[in-house]
């Protein structure tokens, strides 16, 4: 069975930091972008970051540049996404994706395999 499971989320305080992680089962993510999207109650899901095949290449939407970083390990066959001094606005469901190509920005229906998402609350 091909499938992605994220894990991480959790509840925050703002300011703080959560490393999110993507981890893939039945296919190898060497072959693919991995996107990271998330989507907050009634808004629709957006991309927040992606990563090459290599790792050697990421992009960041403007709201999270600088604060959020993405990562991967072929070998484990997970990507991670590292993310500090983490704002309210950043609760949302997070999700892992899977492209055979890397482009942005992030078009959910550009992406072939979904994770079932993690939550991230961040709240005093």
């Known amino acids: 069975q091909l499938q992605l499971v994220e894990s991480g989320g959790g509840l925050v305080q703002p300011g703080g930091s959560l490393r999110l992680s993507c981890a893939a089962s039945?296919?190898?993510?060497?072959?693919?972008?991995i996107g990271w999207f998330r989507q907050a109650p009634g808004k629709e899901r957006e991309g927040v970051s992606c990563?090459?095949?290599?790792?050697?290449?990421?992009i960041y939407a403007d709201s999270v540049k600088g604060r959020f970083t993405v990562s991967r390990d072929n070998a484990r066959n997970t990507v991670y996404l590292q993310m500090n001094s983490l704002k309210a606005e950043d609760t949302a469901v997070y999700y892992c994706?899977?492209?055979?190509?890397?482009?942005?920005?992030?078009?959910?229906?550009?992406?072939?395999?979904w994770g079932q998402g993690t939550q991230v609350t961040v709240s005093s």
């Open positions: 994706a899977a492209d055979r190509y890397y482009r942005w920005p992030g078009r959910v229906d550009w992406y072939d395999y």
């Open positions: 039945g296919f190898s993510l060497d072959y693919y972008a």
């Open positions: 990563i090459n095949r290599s790792g050697g290449s990421t």
